[in-house]
Structures are given as structure tokens and as C-alpha cells.
């Protein structure tokens, strides 16, 4: 067998042409960057699963503020997940700028989905407005909630009339 190997178009190896390593790795190249590419596609869905599970798990135990009230002789929080709840006012009179903080309600009930919290309600509070504010497991803010009460001789009769 002749090969003319002046001649572009042939297809036909020389007699005794022997493949060198660098003849291998030089195929083996275009193996690998496939096999790469595929380890990438298999590795993302994956990653994508682990943190989807993270994220519902956050949401599972994300803190919520459910309800807000005056159960005497307590204000009464509802919500669930939550590391801190205060309970803050905005005091009747002129000139008032910011509000203040009555104090920090005690968890009565376990860790969870249906937290309580209680604050004994101080004497002879004037206001116009109490509200709470909740915190979750990372100390970042989740809810605000108001007492219901438009009016500050509703909201006094709540705190201490007969009722």
C-alpha cells in the first residue's frame, strides 16, 4: 500500500505510524470536559434540593405574630417561633415624639407554634396607643401589632374598668 502524503484528503495513517501518549490525552481531552459538564448538571439539582429543604425548614420555623390583647390583668401575645416580644406605648400629652417601652413579655407556654407571652399591664398607664412588637430566633423584627382601641378612654376602660 502507497500513500501519497502530499496529498490533504487522505484519510489513511502511514505504515508503522504509532500512537504516542500525547496522541491519547490529546482524545482524552474532549472525555473529560464532557464528563465535567455532566458532574455540573448533577451536582446543581442537588444543591438547589439542599437548599429548597433549607428554605422550607426556615419557613417551618419562621416567627410569626398571630394576635395582640388585653387579657386582665395581662397584655397577652400570640405567635409562634419568637425570641423577644416587647410591648411599647405612645403616651397621652403634647410634645411627644417617639414611644416608650412598657417592658419585655414573659414566654408562658413552651417553644413552638403556639407561643403565649404576658406582660402584667402597669397602673394608670395613660395612652393612646399600645402595640407590640416581635422578634424571631435571629433578633430581626417579624410583626407589629396595635391593641384595637381608637380612642384613649376605650383603651384606658380596657386596661382597668370593670369589664
Same mark, same amino acid.
Given at each position: ?18 500512537? $504516542? ?8 481531552? /474532549?472525555? +473529560? ?19 429548597? $429543604?433549607?428554605? =422550607?425548614?426556615?419557613? #417551618? ?26 410591648? +411599647?406605648? +405612645?403616651?397621652?400629652? $403634647?410634645?411627644?415624639?417617639? /414611644? ?15 407561643? #403565649? ?6 397602673? #394608670? ?8 412588637? =416581635? ?29
Amino acid at each position: 500500500m502507497v500513500i501519497n502524503t502530499s496529498d490533504p484528503h487522505s484519510t489513511a495513517q502511514p505504515p508503522g505510524r504509532v500512537f $504516542t501518549r500525547r496522541d491519547a490525552l490529546g482524545l482524552a481531552h /474532549p472525555y +473529560w470536559a464532557t464528563f465535567i459538564v455532566a458532574c455540573g448538571f448533577l451536582v446543581i439539582p442537588l444543591s438547589a434540593r439542599q437548599n429548597g $429543604t433549607a428554605v =422550607a425548614r426556615e419557613a #417551618k420555623d419562621a416567627g410569626k405574630l398571630y394576635d395582640f390583647k388585653i387579657a386582665k390583668p395581662n397584655f397577652l401575645v400570640d405567635g409562634a417561633n419568637l425570641s423577644k416580644v416587647e410591648v +411599647w406605648f +405612645w403616651s397621652t400629652g $403634647t410634645g411627644i415624639t417617639k /414611644p416608650a417601652l412598657i417592658g419585655t413579655a414573659k414566654r408562658i407556654t413552651n417553644e413552638g407554634k403556639r407561643e #403565649k407571652w404576658v406582660l402584667r399591664i402597669p397602673s #394608670k398607664l395613660l395612652a393612646v396607643e399600645i402595640f407590640t412588637t =416581635a422578634f424571631d430566633k435571629t433578633g430581626n423584627v417579624v410583626g407589629k401589632k396595635s391593641l384595637p382601641y381608637k380612642d384613649p378612654g376605650a383603651l384606658y376602660n380596657a386596661m382597668y374598668g370593670k369589664k
